[in-house]
């Protein structure tokens, strides 16, 4: 009775892994996987029967199946779990019949004996192809959009040549701290390729500029002379000049113009 029971157990424990997405598995711990049961959902994952694996071996799951580029990562997760007395988790591909590489998702752990022996290993392998697919098109677009924004960055600090060694840079917008750091790369290596003698920096377009972004501006000017670069700052407004007076440092070298026009006129001053 107990025996009928258990084959019972075990039979319904086999039709309800025959009707999971992906398979189980059994298997031992050698480089091809060589496979002592498989679920039924092993011909849809693989392409491959359960009796070609199993029963005639005429397939090895690790040298056939798996991609040679995953198949050395496959093995150290799997032994570094062993070692760990641990279940593994581990992304690879796998090439299936038709010759189509899919990406699957793979659990699993060791069996032990009472002796601490490794008897065989037990888990479950699971299609993720969409999701890794859904993955890359993300990575993808990220990488698009970060490139559409260092792109922008870049046209919102255009650095025009007006005339021999005299650059102007039209800034509009608000100064942040990135920007910040922008105008900096953007502008030295400028005035260093055009051996520029005069820096016109024409704020005319900021909507915002704080005791923050003044002092930037400060710092920039000073960079610029060190590289041999005189700055002319235009397009200055009443309130751009109070908050460059509530910053309470030397001006120095740095000259201001309402326009810009006034601004390349100043040059000749």
Known sequence: MQERLARESIGTLLALADMLP???????????????????????LTGYSVQEVVDARAVSYGADMIVAEDQAHVWEVVQA???????WEVEYRIRRRDGQVRWVWEQGHGVFAADGSLEFLVGYILEIEDRKRA????????????RKNAELEAVSIPVLEVAD?????PLIGELTA????????????????????WL???????????????GSLLRLVRAALLLGARCILTGVQP??????????????????????KDGLALRQA
């Open 22 to 44: 992906g398979a189980l598995y059994r298997c031992r711990n050698d480089p091809d996987w060589t496979m002592d049961f498989l679920s039924a959902g092993a011909l849809e």
């Open 81 to 87: 779990g062993l070692t760990a007395r641990s279940k």
């Open 135 to 146: 993955e890359a098109l993300l990575s993808d677009r990220e990488s698009e959009l970060a």
């Open 165 to 169: 060694q005299t650059l102007v840079v």
């Open 178 to 197: 990135s920007r910040d750091a922008r105008l900096l790369e953007v502008l030295l290596p400028a005035i260093v390729h055009h051996k520029a003698r």
């Open 200 to 214: 016109l920096i024409d704020i005319t377009g900021l909507t915002e500029v704080a005791s923050a972004s003044a």
């Open 239 to 260: 309130r751009v000049a109070r908050v460059l007076v509530g910053l309470d440092v030397a001006l120095g070298d740095l000259r201001t113009a309402g326009s810009l």
